[in-house]
């Protein structure tokens, strides 16, 4: 596995937002795919309650040539 590209909470990846402010440039050989692994973790402190809950997200992709 590579580096991450972004290491931080969701509300500071918000800042992220556009092509000026991305998380890094890359290139990448026409055809070719990619994969991304988001994890998601809750701290010790967060409650019982919070099993089997769901957390959402949405990402845009932003690619320039």
Same mark, same amino acid.
């Given at each position: 596995a590579g580096q991450p590209s972004?290491?931080? %909470?969701?509300?500071?990846?918000?800042n992220v937002n556009d092509y000026a402010?991305?998380?890094? !440039?890359?290139?990448? !050989?026409?055809?070719? %795919?990619n994969q991304y692994k988001v994890t998601v973790s809750l701290p010790d402190s967060a409650p019982n309650s919070l099993q089997s809950t769901t957390a959402t997200a949405k990402f845009v992709w932003e690619a320039q040539g």
């Open positions: 972004f290491d931080g %909470t969701l509300s500071a990846f918000s402010n991305g998380v890094g !440039a890359y290139r990448i !050989a026409p055809g070719a %795919t």
